[in-house]
């Protein structure tokens, strides 16, 4: 008899902090990219996976971004 393998899978996500404090823009769009394309994506496939689990890291100043950008583009 065999014992099952565990393993976990996590994910680190980070951005640098790309808004200019001075200007209040951002001066690359990369986050705004990977948010809207990439990390929800990841969430949905491991959700949709019975049995499946996953960890994700997700930065101060990825959550700070991403927190600016939801309610629409500044």
């Not at 959700?47 to 971004?65: H, K, T, Y």
Request: aromatic content about 16%; hydrophobic content about 45%; cysteine-free.
């Amino acid at each position: 008899m065999t014992n099952p393998l565990y393993i976990t899978f996590l994910w680190h996500m980070h951005q640098p902090y790309y808004k200019d404090p001075l200007k209040g823009e951002y001066a690359l769009p990369w986050t705004y990219l990977h948010a809207i394309k990439d990390y929800y994506d990841m969430a949905a496939i491991v959700d949709e996976i019975p049995g499946a689990r996953a960890v994700f890291n997700l930065v101060p100043s990825l959550l700070d971004q991403i927190l600016d950008y939801a309610p629409g583009l500044p």
